[in-house]
Each structure stands twice: as C-alpha cells, then as structure tokens.
C-alpha cells in the first residue's frame, strides 16, 4: 500500500501481518473558485457588503504553511468582493496566523500567495492590543488586526485535537492572538474539561472559548472550506459560528469511519504526509488523533507508527521549542504528565497529550530525516514502517490520520446507505 510522506508516497509492506485499512468516504470534491463565489454570493448572515465601507481599513487573517489551504484562492475570492464594495487593495492587509509558530519566509509567502503576497505580513505576537477578557484572561489581538475597522479570515475547518475542529474564530484568536489566550485555552485547566474533544463543536468548552473571544475581536465575516481524501469538499462564508457548523457537518459525513467495540489491533499506521509532517511537533497529531478520538482502536499496550519526513526536524517556533525541551528533558511519559498537570508554556500542551498517549502507547515514528531527535522526545524512531510493526500483528492502517475521525460503531446511525459511507476493509 502507498501512505504520505512529505510531497511524496512511500510504498509500505507488511506480508506476515493481518491488515485493514480505513478509508473514509470522502465525498464530491468541488472546485474551490466557484464554490467560493457561491458562498459568498449566500453566505450566513449579511452579505460581506454590509460589513464594510469603502474608507474601512481591512485585515484578512489567513492560515500558515502549516495548513493545507490554498489560501491564494480563498484570499483573492475576497479581495474582489472588496474591490466590488468600493475597498482599495492598499486599504487591505493580509495577516499571516501564525500563532507561536515561526514566520514565514518570503519565499513562502509567494508560493502560498501568488500575486496577493506583497499584502502579507507575519503576526507578531509580541506587538498586540487588548480588546477584551474571557473568562477573566485577556484577548489580546496583532496590531494590524487589532487597528482595523473590518476583520475577515480565512481558513481551514478540519478535525482539531481540542477545538472539535478549527476554523472560524480561531484563526483570528489564535493565529494572530498572543500568548495570554493560548495559554488559557491550550492549558491544562481548559484541555481537561468534558467535551473538548477531537471532532466535537457542541458542548466543547475551548470550542466556546475561540468562539466567545471571536466576537470580541470582531470577527466580521470568514470564508472557509474542509476538504478530504479526495479534495476539497465545501466552501462557506458569513457568521464564523454557523461557518464551522456547516462544514464541520460536511467533514464529519466525509471522514468519519466507524470502528466496531469487538475490533483491537496491535498496531495502528497513521499516515500524515505534508505539510504536517514537515516537523515532529505537527507530525504528533496523527498519533494523538488516532488514541485520543472518540474510539480508541489499540489493544492494550499497542503501538502508534507514523511514517515522517521531518525535513524541519522538531519545528523552528517557540511553540515547537517549548514542547522539545520538555519532551527531551523528561526521565517518562507518566512523570512528564503528572508535572504538566501543574501547567505549562503556550505551545508544549503537543506536549503534554503526546505524554497522555505515551503513557499507554509506544509511538514510532519512521522513515524520518532527524530519527535523533525522535528518539530525544520519548519517541522511538524505525528506518521504515515494516521494521516498526512486529510481524504476526493485526494492524489498522490509517492512510490520512488527520482527515479521518475513527468513531464507535455503536453510536453511529445504520441506515440503508451506510454500507456507502465508511467503512474499514481488510487489506489482503
């Protein structure tokens, strides 16, 4: 079978060993320029017109390279409903989220930007402006955002290991936000709570949180879309809120594949490709998205492999940093976690949940460029996927780990089509 690595595909065999794979559905790609148009010409609530003036300066909050949004589409479907409501291109400016993560490059900048990227402008944050509290803790927003008369973002809404899935607010609150609500809401206080869970926006308490602090910083109108295996799935626009409910619904459709209470498998292969597995801070999600979602496929001492390039190494941002030194400085997964329980720096909560799951798991990680610093972070480190899965193991192989939600059978709806919508095949 062929799994992502970087740009690439990897060929993995596993002969002596009993193998399913879940494939998520997925639906109907759709293209994004007409599905962009569409959303906008119906969004949820008032139309972007309505938001904004001609003199308005704008600020339009984007996602980063670790994202996989073509955001050039996104930002220029924008951009020319701007120009139709009378706004000048030299009154907008495109604010890179990039929340604790590094900046980009200007060369990065161009290829995700195409001819929008003399707009961008890497969030600092450092330089940022309070414009409210939540819960007591204050919102603290980048000075470009913070100055402008109209805020729109962009963005991705995908499976999310805390918020259910992102998108919406969060890429303005967090991605161009500071230290002070990350903190909060990546801490062990919020994370802890009943509800915050991967694929889950009803009911989750960090989900409220972005939501509440979206208002605050005056989040006027988003553009988003999910996508799956096959592309993107669906495009929408308005009111942040009901922009992460309806394709949250789309993804959850598309991705979702439900596992049986009588399935356990010795070992599970969680594929993540790029851009995500550029680094090991980013490379982790697929080992805690897969034992930290709403079912848990591992017996009882199994073993996590993640096949990454990890050109970046453990990643170049503070957030990055901060959950390498407390990975590497560690003597266990379990001391580690009882001392974060106490708190932690913005950014080592990677940290932290890759210590819940190795308290119960081993995770590999294989075919690396940097298998020495996978090996500094508690981690195991394998040459390739076949020399980390022992032969005779029954093992579940996730191809797209994070664009697949793995649910209990049990709580999913059978209906006459649900032999169409996911499934798990064995893979002889």
């Not at 932690?344 to 799951?357: D, K, S, T």
């Amino acid at each position: 079978m062929n799994l992502p690595l970087g740009t690439g595909t990897i060929d993995v065999e596993l002969p002596e060993c009993d193998v399913t794979v879940a494939d998520p559905s997925g639906a109907e790609p759709v293209d994004v320029r007409e599905a962009a148009a569409a959303a906008l010409a119906d969004p949820h609530g008032p139309p972007l017109a309505d938001h904004v003036e001609p003199a308005d300066d704008v600020a339009i909050v984007v996602t980063d390279l670790t994202r996989s949004v073509p955001d050039d589409l996104l930002l220029e479907a924008l951009l020319e409903e701007l120009a139709d409501c009378g706004v000048d291109r030299e009154r907008v400016t495109v604010v890179v989220g990039l929340g604790l993560h590094r900046p980009m490059t200007d060369a990065e900048l161009e290829e995700m930007l195409g001819p929008h990227a003399d707009l961008a402008v890497n969030h600092d944050p450092t330089a940022v402006v309070e414009v409210g509290t939540v819960d007591g803790r204050p919102v603290e927003l980048g000075e470009p955002v913070a100055a402008a008369d109209t805020v729109l973002s962009t963005g991705v809404v995908e499976p999310h290991q805390y918020a259910g899935f992102s998108g919406g607010a969060k890429t303005v609150v967090i991605g161009a936000g500071s230290e002070s609500l990350i903190r909060y809401t990546h801490g062990p206080e919020v994370l802890s709570r009943e509800g915050v869970r991967l694929g889950r926006i009803d009911g989750n308490p960090f989900r409220k949180i972005l939501d509440r602090a979206g208002d605050l910083a005056g989040v006027d109108f988003s553009l988003n879309l999910t996508h799956g295996p096959g592309g993107v799935l669906g495009v929408s626009a308005g009111d942040h809120r009901a922009v992460v409910s309806e394709l949250a619904d789309v993804a959850r459709d598309a991705l979702s594949v439900p596992v049986s209470p009588d399935d356990e498998y010795d070992a599970v292969v969680a594929g993540v490709g790029a851009p995500k597995d550029a680094n090991l801070y980013q490379a982790t999600r697929a080992a805690t998205y897969v034992a930290l979602g709403d079912r848990n496929p591992l017996r009882e001492e199994g073993r996590l492999v993640v096949p990454a390039a990890l050109p970046e190494g453990v990643g170049e941002g503070t957030g990055e940093q901060r959950f390498y030194d407390r990975l590497r400085t560690a003597s266990d997964a379990d001391s580690l976690y009882r001392e974060m329980l106490e708190g932690y720096e913005p950014g080592a909560q990677r940290a932290f949940v890759v210590a819940r799951v190795l308290r119960e798991h081993e995770v590999y990680v294989t075919n690396s460029a940097t298998p020495t610093v996978v090996e500094e972070c508690l981690l195991r480190a394998e040459p390739t996927v076949s020399e980390a899965v022992p032969a005779g193991s029954e093992v579940l192989v996730v191809p797209d780990a994070l664009n697949t939600l793995l649910v209990d059978s049990d709580s999913v709806a059978v209906g006459p089509d649900s032999d169409e919508s996911t499934e798990l095949v064995d893979d002889d």
